[in-house]
């Protein structure tokens, strides 16, 4: 049986300009919130969530709306992720750490 990597969903703000740096991880899979990238990241977050793609999700709190964060936290809990908040981008990326580094 072949295992799959690891992945972590981050979630919150337009990602895909803030966070450049994590877009090119492997072990990394972004997220935009609603107000900055449409309805259809949280539905893409959800079938993520849903087909078992995701063990961890980092939860941009600066940039996520209040619903869709309760919408997100509760998705986690009924799919047994650890689900963690940060106020920046910034404060993901020391958490994440350097993929090098653990090579």
């Known amino acids: 049986m072949v295992s799959r990597p690891r992945r972590t969903a981050v979630f919150g703000g337009d990602l ?3 966070a ?4 090119g991880r492997d072990d990394v899979e972004l ?3 609603s107000g900055h990238t449409g309805q259809g990241e949280l539905r893409r977050f959800s079938a993520s969530l849903r087909a ?3 063990d961890r999700v980092c939860l941009v709190l600066r940039w996520a709306g209040h619903s869709e964060v309760e919408a997100i936290r509760a998705l986690c809990r009924a799919h047994g992720v650890v689900c963690e908040l ?3 981008v910034g404060a993901v990326r020391r958490a994440l750490g350097d993929p090098q580094r653990a090579q």
């Open 20 to 23: 450049r740096d994590l877009a």
């Open 31 to 33: 997220f935009g919130s």
């Open 52 to 54: 078992g793609m995701i």
């Open 86 to 88: 940060f106020r920046s």
């Open 16 to 18: 895909h300009k803030s």
